[in-house]
Every structure is written in C-alpha cells, then in structure tokens.
C-alpha cells in the first residue's frame, strides 16, 4: 500500500498530469475518474471525507479505508476476477481527511438484463462466489462486467466479505437482492426457475424460488425504507436547513431558494387556489398555516412525494420544505401546461385516442393499487396531466398501507367514477374497469357485485361540482 504523505502524491496532481481525464460518476462522497494514459487507462476513486460524523468514523476505524484496496487482492487470491490495484493512499496526518484507489481498466460491458446467456451467466457466477465464501453486500448487475469471453468481473468491491462458509439465510438474500434487480421491469428473458437452475447446479441444499421472491420483496421494502427517508437528512439529493428557530427544513441540492426567495415569493406569487397556493418563477408554493394540534400537511406532502416517486409514480417534483414561526410551505416545480384530468378528457381526441388514455389511466391506477398506494380523496381534480403523462397532486392525502384491501380499491375507484364528468360515458367507465383488472378479470357476480358498490357511491355524492349528473350520463 502506497501512502500520499510517503509519496508527496495527491489526487489533485495527477488529475493535472494525466490528460485526457473523463468524469465517470460522482456525488459528495464519492468522485470516479476515467484517466487515460500511455501505459493505458485507469480508474480513479477518490472519497473525500467532509462530514464530521465520516472523520470520527475514520478516525476511530483507519482500516475502513483500506478495504476494497484488501479486497481486490483477495478476490484474486481466490481466482475470483477483479480490477487490478495500482494506486492506493489517504490525505492527512490521520486518514480522516480523504482517500483514493487507482484500478487499471477492466475490459467488458455491464451485463444485459435482456440477454438470457448473459442473465444464465450471472447465475453460475453467483453459485461460485457462494462456494468460495464471499458476500458481497450490495450486488447488483451493474457491478458485474462482462468482458468478450463471457467471463464475469466483480466491481465495487466496498461491501464484500470473506466467511469460511456461507449461511444459507446469506445467499437467499444474495440472490433475492440480485434478482430483484434483474427482474425490474419484469418481463425478462429468463424465468426465477431457469435463474435457480443454473444457480443450484451443485448445491447440497437447492435455494427454492419462494424463498428467493421472498427475499427479494424485503430487498424491495427496505429500499424504499432508505429512500424515503432520505428527504429529511443530508444526502447526495437533498440539504438540511438549519438557521434558528426563525427558518429551517429541507430542499434539494440544486434548489438555490432560501429565506429570502422564499419570501420574495410570498409576497408577489400569484394566487391560484386561494391565498394557500401561489406560483412565482415555475415554483408553486403552498402554505400550510400552524394550528394546536393539526398534523403539518406540508411536512407530509413533502415526504409522500419522495415516497411516490421512489416507486413509479408520478408527482410534481418537490423542490423544499420550510418552517417559519406561524405556517409551513410546501415548494415545488409548477407545470404550467398541466391539465386536470377531466379538462384533459375535454380536450379534441379522437375515439382511438380517447381509449388508449382510459387504458393508460387504469393501468396507472392499477400501478398504484398494486404498490399498496392508498389516495383518501381520490378525484379527477386530484390527478395532473402533463404530456400524456398522469401525475397525482394533494398528496396530504396519500397513505402507503401494508397492503391495500379490496373494499378501498373499490373506494377509489367509486371516488374517480363520480368525479369523472359525461365525457366520459358508460360504456368508457366499464373499458375503464376491465382495463384496471388487466387480465385478472373477476368472475361475473363479482363484477356485478363492484359496479353496484361503485354506483351506490357515486350517487351519494356530489357530482354536479364535476360535470356528473349520474341520472343523464349516456350509454
């Protein structure tokens, strides 16, 4: 291992001395650099440590930096195929200051997820990474190079451990995590058996496929547990604010907004809904005025619009959440072209047309529905169009249940049924419910048994306020 203090070697000098240099990725916590030399290209990772919390783990923990620099000779060790180390060395008097790894470039691309030899391929891999004892924490397809010969390269090798033998709970996870990966979008080219076929080929214990879909609806659920909650820490994507009582709360990184835009836009923003809802410069701003015990809406639209767009769905894009002494805001980007959905149903679309957005529109709930996405007040008025595209608003409203029973799919479904205005008529209403069960159809006294339930809740509403009148709506 090679030091910088020994060296008189820091990344900045050979960033300098080395042309040219292509950036590959980077984020706060971690820059990679493509460098191309006449010996060949390499590959540069630099980590520089700015957070305090990182120094004190550093400095109680100097071995962590000198990980994946260990680890990459023994995967080699055991014949397991990995970049070749060059470089490696930290910043500082005690390693808490930053660190870097230099690999030679490893030929190859990332594996397709669309090719079923290569997906067969990752498999086998997988089986002799499992026999050997190695673990690798974070695995994914696109840590894994593929070079011409088929031969798969471990990359990012951060998160591997070395065991004497592997417990079986440790590959199921391994293997439900990588094949939660492969399978997303689902559809692939390879089926979970094939998948475990060549996995199991020498296994004493064959791992089952429902041992594997289990494993990897945890990796599912804890991803979305992460991801979450990174709206409300500092992260590569999001900033905290902190300046006193007066004004604090979150916002993206690459929202320059702060106290003073803020009220520069509470002060000439433009009323669209009431005094709670201002637009100024393409950003919407909705106040939330404090109350004894009021739960803060703006705190949880800004928390559900992370946790929907994790998964899919669309919203508009939440730029920042601030606190003030008397109310909350909200802030995010105001798509000035939206349509409300029934004003998108009224706009000149040919019957085609006009089918392909009722069949797009139950495929969205549908979506919804099967992530667990429960909308309390699910109208058309709650859902934005924005180039074809449905996205749902007021989130205050949203909640992600365990699982989503059948009588509030119904709910839903009643709620946007008496919201929906006569462009849209019976026989649309009914492709719209065939459409939503895809090709699950319940049986027939099922069927009946819903549009019942659907109707008995349209007509206790209120539907003039939407252009309904259940009484004249056309066949």
């Known amino acids: ?12 000098r050979l960033l300098d001395a080395s042309r040219p240099i292509l950036p590959v990725s980077g984020n706060f916590r971690r820059m990679v650099y493509s460098i191309q030399t006449d010996s060949g290209i390499f590959f540069l990772k630099y980590s520089p440590v700015q957070r305090k919390k990182d120094r004190l783990r550093f400095l109680a923990l100097p071995w962590r930096i000198g990980t994946e620099w260990r680890n990459l000779a023994r995967l080699r060790k055991k014949g397991i195929a990995a970049p070749r180390r060059i470089l490696f060395g930290y910043r500082g008097l005690f390693p808490n200051l930053g660190f870097f790894l230099v690999t ?10 669309r090719n079923p030899d290569q997906v067969l391929a990752l498999a086998a891999f997988m089986a002799g990474l499992h026999e050997r004892g190695v673990f690798h924490r974070d695995i994914h397809p696109d840590n894994i190079l593929m070079d011409h010969n088929g031969t798969p390269t471990l ?59 289990k494993a990897a609806d945890r990796r599912q659920q804890r991803y979305y547990r992460s991801r979450d909650e990174r709206c409300c820490k500092n992260s590569t994507e999001f900033q905290v604010i902190r300046n006193g009582s007066s004004f604090r709360g979150f916002k993206r990184r690459d929202f320059a907004w702060g106290k003073a835009e803020l009220q520069i836009a509470l002060d000439r923003g433009k009323q669209i809904k009431g005094e709670n809802l201002l637009v100024h410069e393409a950003v919407c701003v909705k106040i939330h005025k404090k109350r004894l015990f009021h739960r803060d809406r703006s705190l949880t639209g800004w928390k559900m619009s992370r946790a929907l767009a994790i998964r899919g769905i669309g919203v508009p894009v939440a730029l920042a959440y601030f606190v003030l002494p008397e109310f909350t805001c909200l802030l995010s980007v105001f798509y000035g072209d939206g349509l409300r959905l029934n004003d998108y149903f009224s706009t000149s679309m040919s019957g085609p047309e006009k089918k392909a957005a009722i069949r797009r529109l139950a495929g969205w709930l549908r979506t919804c529905h099967d992530l667990n996405i429960w909308q309390r007040d699910f109208k058309s008025s709650n859902v934005l169009v924005v180039d074809g595209q449905f996205m749902m608003v007021d989130l205050e409203s949203v909640k992600i249940c365990r699982k989503i029973s059948p009588k509030r799919e119904l709910i839903n479904l009643a709620q946007l049924n008496a919201s929906l205005s006569h462009r849209l008529t ?50």
């Open 1 to 12: 291992m090679d030091r910088s203090s020994d060296l008189g070697f820091y990344p900045e």
């Open 426 to 475: 019976i026989k649309d209403r009914l492709r719209f419910f065939h459409s939503y069960y895809r090709n699950a159809l319940p049986p027939r006294r099922e069927r009946r048994r819903a549009y019942q339930t659907i109707w008995r809740i349209t007509r206790g509403k209120n539907t003039l306020p939407f252009g309904l009148d259940p009484e004249k709506i056309q066949p």
């Open 155 to 213: 990359l990012d090798v951060q998160e591997v451990y070395f065991l004497p033998w592997l417990p079986r709970r440790l590959k199921i996870s391994n293997l439900g995590q990588l094949w939660w990966h492969i399978c997303s979008p689902p559809g692939g080219p390879v089926t979970l058996e094939a998948f475990l076929q060549a996995y199991n080929t020498g296994e004493n214990a064959p791992v089952s496929a429902a041992e594997v879909e």
């Open 104 to 113: 030679r470039e490893v030929p190859g691309a990332t594996i397709d997820r």
